[in-house]
């Protein structure tokens, strides 16, 4: 019988494994694309942007250990990093070639956004959750320095 549960166990700790495995591949790969698309507007990015951080918060809030969700996070984060960096860079580069008209039509469309309003409803939960967790933490900073880039879009988003 022991073995029997040991060997559920091991079954669904792989199973759980994979999918994050899946998750994170997935993640990486879309923004290696996106990164490098050239046919899609700022809004579309940083949507884009916004949809991924979503679901790896997603994941990460799910009944885990936080340490473990912590290094889902971390990890996700190393993956991404320079391709998110680099989205924000396009995306910011294209925010300030907006006139003043343009840039407040921009922000608009986006705190009217699914994936804003999602984000900004999770990410004080996640953060409240992941806070202690230094894994967490460079995830945490970019997002909040990178949206912070369109002035009261971050504290729309964050609550800054």
Avoid: W
């Avoid at 559920?8 to 994050?20: D, Q």
């Avoid at 991404?80 to 006139?99: D, P, V």
């Amino acid at each position: 019988m022991h073995k029997f549960i040991l060997i559920v166990s091991l079954f669904l700790l792989c199973i759980g494994c994979n999918r994050y495995s899946k998750l994170l591949h997935n993640e990486q790969a879309m923004y290696n694309r996106l990164s490098k698309a050239t046919n899609l507007g700022a809004e579309q990015k940083l949507d884009s942007l916004l949809a991924s951080g979503i679901r790896v918060m997603e994941a990460a809030l799910k009944p885990i250990n936080p340490t473990k969700g912590g290094k889902i996070v971390q990890r996700y984060y190393k993956d991404n990093q320079a391709a998110m960096a680099t989205i924000m860079t396009q995306t910011g580069r294209s925010f300030e070639q907006m006139n003043i008209l343009e840039q407040g039509r921009f922000i608009l469309k986006m705190t009217q956004s699914t994936e804003v309003r999602k984000f900004a409803t999770m990410y004080p939960k996640f953060k409240r959750k992941y806070n202690q967790i230094s894994a967490a933490a460079g995830f945490m900073d970019f997002m909040g320095k990178g949206l912070g880039k369109f002035g009261k879009l971050a504290d729309l988003l964050i609550g800054g």
